[in-house]
């Protein structure tokens, strides 16, 4: 057997073993472009198998998944000033996302990847929020406030992935087999809930709760339609609990940065979108950056989807609503699987937390990843599993 062959034929546990080691760099290393590294070799090594990708082309939230990461890469095209070298960026990270999404969608054809990616996560996140309290109990850091390692190194991202391997764990802890493992298992939890209360981060508060609320849900419910009721019915409640607290004498306690310029960010993102660009956005390459009344400068527009909208117009936004369309449409009806769960319940803490932070859909490998293209990923796979499984009998005979 040739070394061509075998690398082929062993893709799934060697495309798990580059993912391990994606999703390890993301929560140590400091670099973005450090924790890159990896990506490009399980990019190289996805792409070599491409001929196995038959399956994908008649998957919708594939489909979307290429449309949308080449649309944002090709808007840097219109960008203002353009620039070339980022222009090729943008492309290389479009790149890496769809061979993230392709990587562990082919998981899916072993029975094993599901509860080797779910302890994995949980175990990287869990251990990472572990050494960031370590960290916080003995810098005592000026702001009071936990904040990850390596690219997390703030808060609120730190918080929200932290709340991945929180529901991660969950789900692992429901199908540990010994008593033992059980036991790690919550320690790892419970390290990342406590970083989760010391954030001080309310987005990753409340967003993080909602989705340990819809893991446990799909614990209980077997129907798809109970489970979208319940978990309405749990937003609907969340919701009012948040404005009662919002209108109570605990305001000052619950938002003590007031609303942190974010009204004053989005209605100037949405003037620079009417002006630049409603229909196609800015570009991705466009500076975002808003400036407040008193002089403080804001990086992004604290918004995924006024981000998206910003960059890449109305049709930026529509193909963005369109794949968490499709993809929890996929997930709904593949229910009964643990995986489907699993990526609903990230979605749950994903899809809230957007709507007060977030930026660059595409990008290198960080948090986004983790809270977005994971479940997307995973949507693709479900969907997908027979396809593979056909593609890689066409592609042997």
């Not at 082309?57 to 070298?85: E, K, M, Q």
């Not at 938002?255 to 620079?272: A, F, H, V």
């Not at 977030?358 to 948090?367: E, P």
């Amino acid at each position: 057997m040739s070394a061509a062959t075998y690398l082929l034929e062993y893709r799934v546990p060697i495309s798990a073993a580059l993912l391990v080691l994606c999703l390890a760099s993301m929560f140590i290393l400091t670099s973005q472009s450090g924790s890159s590294f990896p990506t490009y070799l399980l990019a190289i090594y996805t792409l070599a198998g491409c001929k196995r990708w038959t399956g994908l082309w008649l998957n919708w939230t594939f489909l979307l998944t290429v449309a949308i990461a080449a649309y944002l890469a090709a808007s840097s095209f219109w960008s203002t000033p353009f620039d070339a070298r980022g222009a090729w960026s943008e492309g290389v990270r479009a790149l890496l996302t769809v061979c993230f999404v392709v990587a562990v969608a082919e998981g899916f054809r072993v029975d094993w990847f599901r509860a080797r990616l779910t302890a994995v996560v949980a175990s990287c996140g869990g251990g990472a929020a572990a050494l960031a309290l370590v960290v916080y109990f003995i810098e005592a850091p000026a702001d009071g406030r936990v904040n990850g390692l390596g690219q997390l190194d703030s808060h609120v991202p730190a918080a929200l992935t932290f709340g991945v391997a929180l529901v991660c764990a969950l789900g692992w802890a429901f199908d540990a087999r010994s008593a033992a493992a059980r036991a790690g298992v919550i320690a790892l939890a419970l390290c990342a809930t406590l970083a989760i209360a010391l954030s001080g981060s309310r987005n990753a508060w409340a967003a993080v709760a909602f989705g340990c609320v819809v893991c446990l849900v799909g614990r209980w419910v077997s129907a798809p339609r109970r489970f979208g009721l319940a978990a309405a019915g749990a937003a609907v409640a969340a919701a009012g609990i948040g404005l009662a607290l919002a209108l109570s004498p605990l305001q000052e306690w619950l938002l003590p940065r007031g609303g942190s310029y974010r009204w004053e960010i989005w209605t100037e993102t949405l003037r620079r979108v009417a002006a630049g660009g409603p229909w196609f956005g800015n570009g991705a390459l466009t500076n975002d950056e808003i400036l407040a009344h008193d002089g403080f400068v804001m990086q992004h527009p604290h918004n995924m989807y006024l981000s998206v909208l910003f960059q890449g117009g109305i049709a930026g936004l529509i193909a963005l609503l369109a794949l968490i369309a499709a993809s929890v449409r996929t997930l709904l009806a593949h229910f009964a699987q643990a995986e489907a769960k699993l990526a609903l319940s990230i979605y749950a803490i994903t899809l809230p937390a957007w709507l007060v932070d977030g930026a660059n859909l595409i990008d290198k490998i960080g948090w986004t990843w983790m809270l977005f293209w994971l479940p997307v990923a995973i949507s693709v796979g479900l969907a997908a599993r027979h396809g593979l499984r056909d593609a890689r009998r066409f592609s042997a005979g």
